[in-house]
């Protein structure tokens, strides 16, 4: 049976958690630039298909300056933290671009290279600890969480002992249905908690990321600050929930897990067929049209709100044959996982060494690894911007 096509956003998910909404697979095979309401009852565009998102996104007519009228925001928390000071995923170029390129040094292929050995001992350290004399664990809590929060703390020069309260945040702000003062609370917090640790580096510098910007001389506290906020959030609830999903994927499917615990040196290619599949950014990438703009033969003008959805373009069977299969074998090259055009993610070197990391040392080590409770108990986030489980409980 036809399923109906879209008319909100967001769009309940169908029997298969792991599938994007099956109304939105439906519009990309009927109207894959739709006109669809948000929460709030305003019109915006719905794109579907993996060519028209990149065509989209590398289009500077349109616009990711939350600022600009029409913006399209997802929830009442995310256009509560539009009306903020935005850091640079929120701005256009060219104040998007200097400001991203203070940044790209820390993210290449080599210096993410050089964090191998560091990445390793942190996941071999959080395993030997979950381990340790016990046959099961909440694999988020105890290794797909700490890991990148970890990581991430490393480079930026943030305490990790701080990490329950910097991820009681950026769940708040990451909750589609948050409360607005709830959000607000979040966000003030941590934009108060990263100013003074920002502050605190210019009497105590060391070398993270937040002490080099302080060092540059050029940004404000509270430009460094969002920055901090910026990498602090993407950088570990990302990652965290792309290496749950992915284990519970491969658990679901077992020839899989078993082409890669036979293959181990094919991780590399598995993670970008995982990160295809599962487009954890569930929600969609938002933009403005500045101008008017053909996009897939549909006009879209000046003004006017944009979601592209990612999870949809990553199994567009034009791009990706067959592409509801998760098959760690084929060429995923070129997927959106990451977005696409300018604001492509700064992280996703680290990202993909982390992901490695983390299968790699759990498959390795753990040849009986399990669900330690029946499927149908896992509880998905479906109301979170970043999709991903609540909890993992496994044995081994
Ligand atoms: C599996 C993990 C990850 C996924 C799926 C992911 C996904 C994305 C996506 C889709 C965007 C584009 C947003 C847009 O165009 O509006 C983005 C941007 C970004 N990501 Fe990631 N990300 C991941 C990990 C990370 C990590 C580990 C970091 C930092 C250490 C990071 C930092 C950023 C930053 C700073 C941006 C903004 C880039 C810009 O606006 O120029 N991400 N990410």
Redesign the pocket.
Known sequence: MATAAPTSHPAPRGTCPFAPPPAYQQARRDEPVSRIALWDGTPCWLVTRYQDVRDL?ADPRFS?DATRPGFPFLSAAARHLGAGRAS??RMDDPE?GRL?RMLTGD?TLRKTAALRPAVQQAADDLFEKMTAGRTGADLVAEFALPL?SLV?CLLLGVPYQDHEFFQRCSRTLLRRDSPIEEVAAAQRELADYLDALTDHKRTHPDDGILSRLVARGELATEDIGAMGR??LV??HE??AN?TALSVLALLRHPDQLAHLRAHPEATPAAVEEL?RWLS??QSG?TRVAVEDAEIGGVLIRAGEGVVCQ?NTANRDDDRYPDGDTLDLTRDTRRHV???FG???????P??RLE?EIALDTLLRRLPELRLAVPFEEIRFRHEMTVYGVETLPVAW
Do not use: S, W, Y
Not at 342 to 348: P, S, Y
């Open positions: 996104l990711a640079f995923i998007h991203r993210f990148p991430i910026l990498l993407a950088g990302t990652t792309m990160l954890i950014v990438l990612l996982a990451f977005g300018v604001h492509q993610c700064l992280g996703q680290l990202a992901l």
